[in-house]
């Protein structure tokens, strides 16, 4: 597996334990995302952890299993762009699937002080053209 497939699991497991820690670690500084909900961007590595802790501590005893299909990775020794379908699904405390949505991610990394971190983050999903309303599932 490489470099940035690790990342993508890092990604996975750290949003499943809810670590903002280990979460935040796999970003930038100077982060920059463009994520889903609720606002145009987050810049910098505070406003990305806020929204990490947000996110997380809204969960109780939920969690978030998050499975990434299609991944394709473009990279050379400096930069790296990585992109996927991406899907989050609601789990109970017992582990029962409660909800779940498709989304589309594409990671900008940089190598820095030898490890990968994530610079930009994009996160969307398309919106119908007829009602502009965001389609949550992949068709």
Known sequence: MGEIEQLLDAYTSTVRAK??????????DDVRVFDTWGRWSYDGLAAWREMAEGWFGSLGDEQVRV?????????????????????????????????????????????????????HEHSSSPADFETAKVMFQRT
Not at 19 to 28: E, M, P, S
């Open 19 to 28: 670590d903002v820690d280990g979460f935040t670690a796999l970003y930038a």
């Open 67 to 119: 499975d990434f299909d299609d991944v394709r990775v473009a990279a050379d020794d400096r930069l790296a762009v990585a992109h996927a379908f991406v899907t989050y699904r609601g789990l109970s405390a017992a582990g029962d699937e409660l909800r779940s949505m498709n989304g589309r991610m594409t990671w900008v990394l940089e190598r820095r002080d030898g490890g990968w971190k994530v610079v």
